[in-house]
């Protein structure tokens, strides 16, 4: 059997891909080292954000609307909800390259946002205090995805539309035969004209030469009451501190409140295992003096989770087919802000199962920004 499209690491991006590939019709294989979804790769821990005016660059708002149009589709088709719009409040520093960015795609594309000052957050959400030269962005239409929930429903359904699915069995080599591409398992050979690759934070033991660091991350869930909680108004936030440090959250469920520290973290070997939380004597208080600071009223740590990243040099996204095999989509180098894109991304690689191109809005996303 030849697949139209075979997909290596079905986590997020590889998820959506099936989902989508298998709707449109295409004969579809997706492998996973893991059951998706799993702790361990990059998409558990319950909830992701979504922002979109993006502190990360106006490049991406194009794929953050359409992302979030197939988010409210995909709700309908699961018939579950998974997009929660509580609100996001991005502040930081005036002036810093994070807030500067989060102003010019609010304005290019007209998202709804309101600029607060430190005293008027302060004034709205008593539990939220910023220094007084912080500015802040609240996006009403942000909030955060259920991370988790979406990777099982992309799941079934793919599976629902006759998708193969060979799940607990890790690829171990990418390659080429008879024009071709050839997929090596523990399970035997697998052939498809097209391929996938979106193996997450490990992606370098099939392509050793991409530029992806997988670095280990942390989120806590803090003791935090009832003025925390969404029914209380309570936003998802993203803060930049005065020392460049970036920290983001949840509103508090079931008297926890969520939180991570987006910047950091200690690079992983791609053979050994990620070390689990607790494990590095900080992992339970890099977020306390920044809670400190802005959240006073948040309780101790009650217990936490390792992540991983993907990170690129640049922290933009890596979209692109390999320089030679053009038959090959790797989307990589997500570097711990690719959630929210996870529908767009399955979309372009549906796109490129059918079509054989990509589109142009993956332009800024190309492997040659690397090579120059
Ligand atoms: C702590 C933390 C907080 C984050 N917060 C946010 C946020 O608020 N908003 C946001 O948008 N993003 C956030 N992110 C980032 C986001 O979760 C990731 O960018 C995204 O989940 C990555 O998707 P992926 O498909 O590349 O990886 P994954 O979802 O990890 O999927 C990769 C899959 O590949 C499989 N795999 C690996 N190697 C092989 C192999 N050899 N053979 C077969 N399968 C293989 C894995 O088992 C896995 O299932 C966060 C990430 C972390 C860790």
Same mark, same amino acid.
């Given at each position: 059997m030849i697949y139209d499209l075979i997909i290596a690491g079905s986590g997020s991006a590889g998820a959506a891909a099936g989902y989508y590939a298998s709707r449109a019709g295409l004969n579809v294989l997706m492998i996973d080292a893991h059951h998706p979804p799993h702790k361990q790769g990059a998409h558990h821990g319950t909830s992701r954000l979504i922002r979109y005016a993006y502190g990360e660059g106006e490049k991406y708002v194009p794929l953050l609307l359409r992302s979030k149009a197939l988010w409210q589709e995909f709700e309908q088709t699961a018939g579950v909800k998974l997009l929660h719009p509580c609100? =996001?409040?991005?502040?930081?520093?005036?002036?810093?390259?994070?807030?500067?960015?989060?102003?010019?795609?609010? /304005?290019?594309?007209?998202?709804?946002?309101?600029?607060?000052?430190?005293k008027q957050v302060q004034q709205r959400w008593p539990e939220i205090t910023l220094p007084e030269h912080f500015c802040a962005v609240y996006e009403q239409d942000a909030g955060y995805l259920?991370?988790?929930?979406?990777?099982?429903?992309?799941?079934?359904?793919?599976?629902?539309?006759?998708?193969?699915?060979? @799940?607990?069995?890790? %690829?171990?080599?990418?390659?080429? /035969?008879?024009?071709?591409?050839? %997929?090596?398992?523990a399970e035997g050979e697998y052939f498809g004209r097209k391929l996938l690759v979106s193996s997450?934070?490990? =992606?370098?033991?099939?392509?050793?030469?991409?530029? %992806?660091?997988?670095?280990?991350? =942390?989120?806590?869930?803090?003791?935090?009451?009832?003025?925390?909680?969404?029914?209380?108004? @309570?936003?998802? @936030?993203?803060?930049?501190?005065?020392?460049?440090?970036?920290?983001y959250g949840f509103p508090a469920q079931d008297n926890?409140?969520?939180?991570?520290r987006h910047d950091g973290g200690q690079p992983l070997s791609l053979n050994q295992p990620r070390p689990p939380f607790g494990s590095i004597a900080r992992d339970g208080s890099e977020c306390f003096a920044f809670l400190r600071q802005c959240l006073s009223g948040v309780g101790g740590c009650l217990y936490g989770e390792s992540c991983s990243y993907d990170m690129s040099p640049d922290e933009d996204f890596i979209i692109d087919t390999l320089p030679d095999t053009p038959d090959c989509l790797v989307i990589t180098g997500l570097s711990g802000h690719g959630f929210k894109f996870s529908p767009v991304l399955g979309e372009i690689a549906c796109h490129f199962a059918t079509q054989g191109q990509l589109p142009d809005s993956v332009k800024p996303?190309?492997?040659?920004?690397?090579?120059?």
């Open positions: 609100g =996001v409040l991005n502040a930081g520093p005036r002036g810093s390259g994070f807030m500067e960015n989060i102003r010019t795609s609010a /304005q290019r594309w007209s998202l709804n946002t309101e600029t607060l000052t430190a259920s991370a988790e929930s979406a990777i099982e429903h992309w799941i079934r359904l793919a599976r629902e539309q006759g998708c193969g699915q060979l @799940f607990n069995c890790p %690829v171990t080599a990418i390659g080429r /035969q008879d024009g071709l591409q050839k %997929v090596t398992t997450g934070s490990t =992606v370098q033991t099939l392509l050793p030469g991409l530029p %992806v660091t997988p670095i280990r991350k =942390v989120f806590s869930w803090f003791q935090a009451d009832g003025r925390y909680s969404e029914n209380n108004h @309570f936003p998802g @936030f993203s803060i930049e501190l005065d020392d460049g440090s970036q920290y926890a409140l969520k939180a991570g996303f190309s492997l040659q920004r690397f090579t120059g």
